[in-house]
């Protein structure tokens, strides 16, 4: 097996490409048009790091609405297909239109002075948070009372997949994991030629998910 690890924007393109044949990226919509997936880990974002002098890291968990007039720190769009667009959808669902927007840098460095200066926030998981708890108070996490927002680090591949791409599968399967059924591929939509996949080579090629949430900070 080779690997390599680049943006999950990157390995959309290599996928339908044919470069590569499985790889790991976030998802944040379930299932996934065109694609076989199967999730791994549950990342569902749980509540939201605060500057630590705001007002709101007082109260044990926020609503998302109270949120409205802090700068909302995200993602970038590029780098995690579909996962910004999700968020801002469940965001609206759960009462909360941000105002004010900024895309995150990318280290991390310059993303907690953000929040630590005092009028941005960002989404988090609960993995994510675990540093917050117990480093420095110039950024807390709080949970919110809504409902958490789905997010999945999960295997993705096309159709008629090779017999070691379906081994590979496999093993992810036994070696367990979000445990539900996973999506099937669905046809090519319009537009889009199914093609003819080439024969399998003798390597699977795999993409690594970059250490990176697409909900919290740089890790």
Same mark, same amino acid.
């Given at each position: 097996?080779?690997?390599?690890? @680049?943006?999950? #924007?990157?390995?959309?393109?290599?996928? $339908? &490409? +044919?470069?590569? !044949?499985?790889? %790991?990226?976030?998802?944040?919509?379930?299932?996934?048009?065109?694609?076989?997936?199967?999730?791994?880990?549950?990342?569902?974002?749980?509540?939201?790091?605060?500057?630590?002098?705001?007002?709101?890291?007082?109260?044990?968990?926020?609503?998302?609405?109270?949120?409205?007039?802090?700068?909302?720190?995200?993602?970038?769009?590029?780098?995690?297909?579909?996962?910004?667009?999700?968020?801002?959808?469940?965001? @609206?669902?759960? #009462?909360?239109?941000?105002?004010?927007? $900024? &895309? +995150?840098?990318? !280290?991390?460095? %310059?993303?907690?002075?953000?929040?630590?200066?005092?009028?941005?926030?960002a989404l988090a998981s609960e993995a994510i948070a675990a540093p917050y708890r117990t480093s420095s108070p110039a950024i807390v996490y709080r949970p919110f009372v809504e409902p958490p927002i789905?997010?999945?680090?999960?295997?993705?591949?096309?159709?008629?997949?090779?017999?070691?791409?379906?081994?590979?599968?496999?093993?992810?399967?036994?070696?367990?994991?979000?445990?539900?059924?996973?999506?099937?591929?669905?046809?090519?939509?319009?537009?889009?030629?199914?093609?003819?996949?080439p024969s399998a080579p003798p390597t699977t090629r795999a993409i690594a998910a970059r250490p990176r949430s697409p909900t919290a900070r740089t890790r």
């Open positions: 097996m080779r690997v390599s690890s @680049q943006t999950d #924007g990157e390995t959309y393109r290599a996928l $339908r &490409e +044919r470069t590569v !044949d499985v790889g %790991s990226v976030f998802v944040a919509r379930w299932p996934m048009p065109g694609f076989g997936v199967h999730r791994l880990i549950d990342c569902a974002t749980t509540g939201v790091l605060l500057p630590g002098s705001h007002p709101l890291a007082a109260k044990p968990a926020v609503r998302l609405a109270e949120l409205q007039t802090l700068t909302w720190l995200h993602s970038a769009s590029q780098r995690w297909p579909g996962v910004l667009e999700a968020f801002e959808e469940a965001l @609206q669902d759960r #009462g909360l239109v941000p105002q004010r927007r $900024r &895309e +995150r840098p990318k !280290d991390a460095p %310059s993303h907690n002075l953000l929040i630590a200066a005092g009028e941005t926030w789905p997010c999945w680090l999960a295997l993705v591949w096309l159709p008629e997949a090779s017999a070691a791409v379906q081994q590979l599968i496999d093993a992810a399967r036994r070696d367990g994991a979000v445990g539900d059924a996973d999506a099937t591929a669905r046809p090519a939509r319009t537009g889009e030629a199914p093609g003819r996949r």
